[in-house]
């Protein structure tokens, strides 16, 4: 007899991102632009709340889908901010970060030969666990309707095989967030299609000068909706791993028993440390945003200066210039850009190759940082 580990599985590689940023050993001098956290500690007030609960011994396990307290928290603070309710009873979950809660809705909805949507290029989190599920991911084209997905090209994709379709706005890796009117079409299609709709929204709180919009508050969606938010990104709590999913309780029922039997529940004392981001801490991403925005700003001009061609970024902390002028894959681009100029950004074909000709650059950097990234970056463009 041969044992054999899943066959699928054969067919996933380690992400893109983490490819190229394990390179990065070999060159202790490069200005790493490639992390996707932010480079802030995470609040004091949110320590005090784990350290806290750690001295009061509140160290065991919770309700699988979290502490109550916690999920009458989230469902308070989304409501105030986009105007969506679920029941802390029974339609949220407080998961290991956002990523289990996808992890969660996948395994929940998936069959085999179900199709998923995705517009593209896209975060490197989903595709890898829809294809160990025996899915097909099916890519809605974004790179010339600026990032932002078509109504017409969804209603074009949708078939019988189609399961779900999902978004990530703001998006990694384009820095786009997704604009009303836009949203305002997305929904018609989805609400006339027998589909779920998945959005994952951890950079909510990362929105620049306009509020983010949510698939949250479209009722005609709720039925078949799943919420994916978190604390990684707007609290800097990325090694806490606090996720929260929200979903009708007629599959949120079925939701439980993967997190039951997976995860058991969230680390109890980042638990209680998310009680206080979501209450004493509510200014902070508005806080981390003016800094985010004045790096974008500098960041965005640096890259029309060098000449590239870039979408200035609405959100998240992310650009994405194009290279594909430079007539190298991107692969081939960041390699050099590391080899050559010691400054390492993530080749877009990281992202599915939709973002093949792009380059995408973090900029939860300080301005320092930044700025010698670029100076290197310049250089390395005008030998070209
Ligand atoms: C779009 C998106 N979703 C999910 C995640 C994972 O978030 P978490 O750390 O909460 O698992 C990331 C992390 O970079 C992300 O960019």
């Known amino acids: 007899m041969t044992v054999r580990i899943n066959p699928r599985l054969t067919e996933i590689s380690i992400s893109g991102i983490r490819q190229f940023s394990n390179q990065l050993v070999n060159y202790p001098d490069a200005i790493n632009l490639t992390i996707g956290q932010p480079d802030f500690p995470t609040p004091d007030e949110v320590k005090e709340g784990a ?24 469902n308070e603070f989304f409501t105030n901010k986009y105007g969506f309710s679920y029941d802390p009873e029974s339609e949220i979950i407080i998961t290991n970060g956002a990523s289990q809660a996808i992890d969660i809705i996948f395994r929940t909805i998936l069959e085999e030969g179900d199709e998923v949507i995705l517009p593209a290029p896209i975060y490197t989190g989903y595709v890898p666990i829809i294809k160990l599920l025996g899915a097909t991911p099916v890519f809605l084209d974004t790179t010339d309707t600026g990032f932002q997905p078509s109504a017409e090209r969804l209603a074009s994709l949708i078939t019988d095989k189609t399961k779900a379709v999902l978004f990530n706005f703001p998006s990694n890796p384009t820095g786009v967030a ?13 609400a006339t299609h027998d589909v779920f709709t998945i959005s994952d929204e951890i950079y909510s709180e990362n929105t620049f000068f306009r509020k983010h919009c949510s698939f949250g508050a479209y009722p005609e969606l709720r039925e078949k909706l ?15 791993r606090i996720g929260f999913l929200m979903a009708d309780k007629e599959w949120m029922q079925h939701c439980i028993k993967i997190q039951q039997y997976n995860a058991i529940c969230a680390s109890v004392p980042s638990q209680y440390a998310a009680i206080e981001a979501l209450t004493t801490c509510q200014d902070t991403p508005a806080e981390m945003n003016k800094a985010y925005i004045e790096r974008r700003n500098y960041v965005y001009r640096r890259l029309l200066d060098m000449g590239l061609e870039v979408t200035e970024p609405t959100g998240a902390f992310y650009i994405f210039p194009s290279i594909e002028k430079f007539g190298m894959t991107s692969f081939e681009f960041a390699t050099r850009l590391l080899k050559e100029a010691g400054v390492a950004a993530v080749p877009g074909s990281a992202f599915t190759q939709y973002g093949e000709g792009y380059l995408r650059i973090s900029y939860a950097y300080s301005m320092e940082h930044l700025e ?4 290197r970056m310049e250089k390395f463009i005008a030998s070209l």
Do not use: C, P
């Not at 309700?63 to 999920?71: C, K």
């Open 226 to 240: 799943f919420l994916v938010h978190g604390l990684s990104k707007s609290h800097s709590m990325t090694g806490w």
């Open 372 to 375: 010698e990234g670029l100076n």
């Open 51 to 74: 350290i806290r609960a750690i001295n009061e011994n509140k160290t065991g396990y919770t309700h699988n889908a979290g502490l109550i307290d916690l999920r009458h928290t989230v």
């Open 178 to 190: 997704i604009e009303q009117a836009q949203m305002d079409e997305l929904a018609e299609v989805l």
